[in-house]
């Protein structure tokens, strides 16, 4: 547990949390515009497939990447400790945007995909930073905690998409360069202030192989049915929200008739009612009271979803942004719910856990979202309310599901 300055920690993870999201995120404006506006090429019309294909499997290379990392990267930090681990994904993800980078250049999109499955990888390691901000109980309150790293998760995002989306005029591969600098502070940052942890009691002595093996995110579910409860219920819901997050971009460009610019606009709305919702959050009890304050901004999200499939292009954008609102408070009490009952399990891969879901999401909805927007974008909005929708009953089953689980010290 760590003991030492705990405000001085969370400010390092945090700052390091900005500038490596605001990477990840740059990205997002710009494919729909680099292969639905742009100039017909062997990029954006490789082996003859159709644009919007083409972008949806886009869409899934960096996701399905982070959904390999998250079932071990946070488990291989309660081994081997937080600080060791970021390091390392941080290196390897500046990597992973430089080849990127090459790959717009040269109008490989084969070498595209491999260089957005290769960086998801190693951005596995938001569990890492989760799992920081969860050993920093109870010197720090959990869920203010974890609403303060929200709050910078959303800045990120606020950050990230604004500046990708002003640079894409400059040339495709700029955002991505950018976002490799991005990582060079967080770099210093990491090697001058985060101290070691992790190391949870119980896997001293163990291989990595081991640790991976009996730790990963899918082996936790055979350990704990409530836990498994709560994967089907989040992935619902992560269904949902991503068909959301992945498809508003194209929505813009072919409803409201945006580019690059507007989109990064529009994002910026959303993530700064994120970023402001979540930084304001308080605490908000224990035991079932989280979920169902949850349950309630899961409906609104459902219900907004579902909305924006039928409206045009003013009131939907408002909408967008309105939606900011409950997905900021629905993602801060989760996690924190999760760590107060499944600590035992090891921070890191509780952590990772969540990762996964919303990686197995993100993957799931590409593929599926890029082919029902062949016949009409709006579909896939539609069917990300309905998964809210299912999510929301889920979660008032799991609200009362009896407490017995472990609670963190």
């Known amino acids: 547990m760590i003991v030492a300055h705990p405000k001085l920690i969370l400010l390092a993870v945090c700052l390091v949390a900005l500038m490596s999201t605001a990477g990840v995120a740059m990205p997002y404006p710009i494919l729909a515009p680099i292969f639905v506006k742009a100039p017909a090429d062997a990029f954006n019309h490789f082996a003859g497939l159709p ?3 083409l972008l949806g499997i886009a869409l899934a290379a960096n996701p399905l990447g982070i959904l390999l990392g998250s079932t071990f990267i946070g488990a291989l930090s309660d ?3 937080r600080r060791r681990i970021l390091l ?5 993800t500046l990597l992973g945007y430089l080849l990127t980078a090459w790959a717009l250049d040269m109008r490989w999109y084969l070498l595209f995909l491999f260089a957005r499955f290769l960086t998801g990888v190693t951005e596995g390691n938001v569990a890492v930073a989760r799992a920081i901000v969860a050993d920093l109980h109870p010197q720090l309150d959990r869920s203010r905690s974890f609403a303060i790293l929200n709050a910078v998760l959303y800045m990120g995002w606020l950050v990230g998409p604004m500046i990708g989306g002003f640079t894409l005029p400059l040339g495709e591969p700029v955002p991505f360069l950018i976002g490799a600098l991005t990582l ?4 210093a940052i990491l090697l001058w202030v985060l101290p070691e942890t992790g190391e949870a009691k119980g896997l001293q002595g163990l291989s990595l192989l081991e640790v ?3 730790q990963h995110a899918f082996s936790l579910l055979r350990q704990d049915k409530l836990l498994a409860a709560m994967f089907w219920m989040q992935l619902l819901f992560a269904l949902g929200v991503n068909a959301f997050y992945e498809f508003y971009p194209l929505w813009l460009v072919e409803f409201a008739r945006l580019g690059s610019t507007g989109i990064a606009w529009v994002t910026a ?9 979540s930084a304001t959050l308080g605490r908000r009890g224990h035991g079932s009271e989280p979920l ?5 901004n899961a409906l609104l999200v459902a219900v907004g979803l579902l909305v924006l499939a039928v409206l045009p292009a003013v009131p939907g954008i408002l909408l967008m942004v309105a939606l900011g609102l409950p997905l900021a408070i629905y993602n801060a009490l989760l996690p924190a719910w999760c760590a107060e009952q499944f600590a035992h399990h090891g921070q890191g891969a509780v952590m990772g856990l969540l990762s996964t879901v919303f990686c197995i999401s993100n993957v799931l909805v590409a593929l599926l979202g890029g082919g029902l927007t062949l016949l009409d974008t709006r579909l896939t909005i539609a069917l990300g309310g309905g998964m809210c929708l299912l999510a929301v009953w889920r979660l008032g089953r799991l ?7 472990k609670q963190a010290a």
């Open 399 to 405: 609200a009362a599901w009896p407490v017995t689980a």
């Open 184 to 187: 060079l502070p967080c770099l």
């Open 88 to 92: 390392a994904t941080l290196v390897m």
């Open 51 to 53: 644009p919007k294909l």
């Open 292 to 296: 169902q304050l949850a349950r309630r």
């Open 79 to 81: 081994r081997l400790g």
């Open 212 to 214: 991976v093996c009996r």
């Open 269 to 277: 709305g959303l993530c700064l009612l994120m970023a402001l919702s």
